[in-house]
């Protein structure tokens, strides 16, 4: 499973071409790499390497559709999905539906994490993440307090009484 990190301003030239950082190209191995990008859920792009972009697919295509909640998840979730392949100066071609629904014009922040990235105007994503929220110590204990830690290394193959007795 990829692991991706990194925070990367971009410029997006007159042709709505993103050139990706060659540290995240390290990140993502060796070979042709295919992407698909589509509507965040916030007003920002996801770009999916292709291969993630087929597991979540197939999890998204199992849904039922006859469900009400589930035909207009599936609707938004598809809504502007794009292939793309890099081209020879590693460059993106974003389409001009996906930048304006983003906003983004020339200036971009891309936000490798986990298994995807996202792509914010520049402007957006500052507002949205420069500030840390005064009560992120409330939302942290909320979402991870619950968790074991002795289980969350062992979830990643990490066991941590060999590791904290090997510092």
Not at 78 to 87: F, K, M, N, Q, V
Not at 123 to 148: C, K, Q, R
């Amino acid at each position: 499973m990829l692991e991706l990190l990194g925070e990367f301003e971009c410029k997006i030239d007159a042709k709505g071409r993103m050139r990706l950082p060659s540290s995240l190209l390290k990140q993502l191995g060796e070979g042709t790499q295919t992407f698909v990008v589509n509507r965040g859920v916030e007003r920002c792009l996801t770009l999916y390497p292709k291969s993630v972009w087929d597991i979540l697919s197939a999890r998204v295509k199992k849904l039922n559709p006859y469900v009400a909640k589930n035909r207009k998840f599936i609707r938004y979730f598809y809504r502007g999905a794009t292939e793309l392949s890099p081209d020879s100066s590693e460059r993106v071609l974003l389409t001009k539906n996906l930048l304006e629904y983003a906003g983004i014009e020339k200036d971009a922040v891309l936000f490798a994490i986990n298994d995807r990235m996202e792509i914010w105007s520049k402007a957006s994503y500052h507002g949205e993440l420069d500030e840390e929220p005064e009560d992120f110590s409330t939302l942290a204990e909320s979402v991870m307090g619950d968790v074991n830690m002795d289980d969350l290394f062992t979830d990643t193959g990490h066991d941590l009484d060999n590791d904290n007795r090997n510092e």
